[in-house]
């Protein structure tokens, strides 16, 4: 059974920076994309960044670029999410997602991932 399991969420003040980890078991992690999405409050849940675990390559969606960055350690089965100069816009609950994805690289990303785990809360306050 493919389970993920995110944290490293919490309270930092507006130009900080967090870093999430979704740890996954139940893969063999170099075939799948693992991706991160938020959801605010009152607002649809985003894709933002999402990567591939057989060779690293790696989307973001616009509004992070620059400021997150994703990354992932094979030997950890963890993929990381370290976000810097955090801005209010950033509070949500975080997510991460994946999807079997052997030969696709990032072609299921972000929205085509399948399973999820439980979220982990960033609020940023100015």
């Known amino acids: 059974e493919v389970q993920l399991v995110e944290s490293g969420g919490g309270l930092v003040q507006a130009g900080g920076s967090l870093r999430l980890s979704c740890a996954a078991s139940?893969?063999?992690?170099?075939?799948?994309?693992i991706g991160w999405f938020r959801q605010a409050p009152g607002k649809e849940r985003e894709g933002i960044s999402c990567i591939s675990t057989s060779d690293n390559s790696a989307y973001y969606e616009d509004s992070v670029k620059g400021r997150f960055t994703i990354s992932s350690d094979k030997a950890r089965n963890t993929v990381y999410l370290q976000m810097n100069s955090l801005k209010p816009e950033d509070t949500a609950v975080y997510y991460c997602?994946?999807?079997?994805?052997?030969?696709?690289?990032?072609?299921?990303?972000?929205?085509?991932?399948?399973?999820w785990g439980q979220g982990t809360l960033v609020t940023v306050s100015s």
């Open positions: 997602a994946t999807k079997y994805a052997l030969f696709y690289g990032l072609a299921f990303c972000p929205n085509d991932l399948d399973t």
């Open positions: 139940g893969i063999t992690f170099d075939d799948y994309a």
